[in-house]
């Protein structure tokens, strides 16, 4: 490992001339997502009041999902095919077209149909940023840039909400879509501005993957089905999902354009063990993000702004702790962190139960703050990482399929604790003793689920500490 990736980078690099083109970009690229999904769940009750078709509420939320995952699937070939510069223009331009639609949609099958396309560019921008982190900024000041990423993340999961809100009361729903729209067009600018205009590779030697992305589709979409039906149906559809997206993973390795690294989830490899830690701590994380605002009006009569307040605290930490870690330099310092991160999610987990089943407020705080601290400390040490086990050729495919199995890991922790809650009778609670009894099994999926990403990521460090590159960067 090179000097440059050993020594400690400093904020002012971030943020000063030569880098802050690639870090407004990275932000842009970032607030895209993290305030259209603030802004969507603020805005979109009322537009549902104004089209009608309120059974279709969820889909507005799923189609997204769905349609984000398959984008940031097939981000690594799009910028091999198109060039980052144009493969990240074409993919701003379907978000933005996607909120146009939105925004001047008259019914809400155009709803689903640009939340659709919104889906698709933003996985894609947002893969493709994961994948330009290492060839815009030296390895010193990657954890940095996570830790700004952490604080746009947490601005929005303030100021999103507030922000449509206002223009949702004020002015219409549909400008809080619109919002977008100016984001996309500046993020579109600074690219061709700042991203190298790469040339586009052989394209006569690239089999487009359409089966593959079709299953990653409905796989994604059967978890998200899942969570919108009875118990007995959605078992089946998770178990159908599963087969999907392992069907998915072996059907790649065998082919000749790969969208994923060839060790993908695979237990005896680093990266392997890796991207299972990127899946799994999502999944577990799910269980709180899901339930705890509504738990605490319905078991403690919180109002909706004292009990986002209590949610908000997670983002808070975690950014927070991610720019305590930015600092971070030496593997051996990475390698506990990647270890504590899930371990004090499964602890995090366990005390956001305690609380509430005590009715101990400071108690779920401090799980909160746990819960949020193991996501900033250990993501930016998870992707530096993987981007040292991995080689220069399969370094596009590793970095963009991070945020892709982050966002399929929220997919599925979702639908797992949706039926979990289901099995435990908690759609029928009507008392606090009901709800504390129904939320002890799907607080127990997420723990046990986060205890999984332990092992993940004891066998990840392991492999790793064994590795050439690990003793030769010790040395």
Not at 77 to 90: F, M, N
Not at 245 to 255: E, I, M
Not at 417 to 425: D, K, T, V
């Amino acid at each position: 490992m090179s000097q440059d990736s050993i020594a400690t980078g400093r904020w002012a690099e971030v943020f000063a001339p030569r880098y802050l083109p690639a870090t407004t970009i990275l932000a842009l690229g970032v607030a895209l997502l993290a305030f259209n999904a603030f802004l969507t769940s603020t805005a979109m009750p009322t537009a549902v009041e104004e089209l009608g078709g309120v059974s279709l509420i969820a889909w507005a939320l799923t189609l997204f999902l769905v349609f984000a995952i398959m984008g940031g699937a097939g981000a690594a070939l799009a910028k091999q095919v198109l060039g980052a510069r144009v493969a990240l223009l074409v993919s701003a331009g379907m978000f933005l077209a996607g909120s146009l639609i939105v925004g001047l949609a008259g019914s809400m099958e155009m709803v689903l149909a640009g939340r659709a396309l919104q889906g698709l560019g933003e996985g894609l921008v947002a893969a493709i940023c994961f994948a330009l982190i290492p060839e815009l900024f030296p390895a010193r000041l990657v954890p940095k840039v996570f830790g700004m990423e952490a604080m746009v993340w947490a601005i929005a999961a303030f100021g999103g909400p507030v922000v449509a809100g206002l223009l949702t009361e004020f002015v219409s729903w549909r400008a809080a879509f619109l919002v977008s729209v100016s984001m996309a067009v500046i993020f579109a600018g600074m690219v061709l501005a700042v991203v190298p205009n790469s040339t586009a590779g052989d394209r006569a030697n690239v089999d487009f993957p359409g089966v593959r992305l079709l299953l990653v589709g409905g796989g994604i979409m059967a978890v998200a089905v899942a969570s919108l039906v009875p118990p007995l149906l959605a078992s089946a559809l998770l178990v159908a999902a599963a087969a999907l997206l392992v069907g998915t993973v072996l059907l790649d390795k065998a082919s000749r354009t790969r969208l994923m690294p060839p060790d993908a989830f695979w237990h005896g490899s680093v990266i392997g063990n890796g991207l299972w830690v990127t899946l799994l701590m999502p999944v577990a994380g799910a269980t709180s993000a899901v339930y705890l605002v509504l738990l605490l009006q319905q078991m403690w009569g919180y109002g909706p702004t004292m009990a986002g307040a209590v949610a908000a605290v997670l983002a808070l930490a975690w950014s927070g702790a991610a720019i305590v870690v930015a600092n971070v330099s030496d593997n051996a310092t990475r390698m506990r962190l990647i270890r504590l991160g899930p371990a004090l999610l499964t602890l995090g987990l366990a005390g956001v139960l305690a609380g509430l089943l005590s009715g101990q407020i400071a108690l779920v705080l401090l799980a909160q703050i746990a819960i949020g601290a193991s996501y900033g400390m250990s993501n930016s040490s998870l992707y530096v990482t993987l981007m040292g086990a991995t080689t220069d050729q399969e370094r596009d495919r590793v970095a963009a399929l991070v945020p892709t199995t982050q966002s399929a890991g929220n997919a599925i922790g979702a639908a797992l604790a949706g039926l979990a809650a289901n099995l435990a009778g908690y759609a029928s609670a009507s008392s606090s003793a009901e709800f504390a009894r129904a939320i002890i099994p799907v607080f127990a999926v997420g723990a046990g689920t986060a205890a999984l990403a332990v092992i993940a990521a004891a066998r990840m460090t392991q492999l790793m500490s064994l590795s050439p590159a690990y003793e030769a960067s010790e040395g």
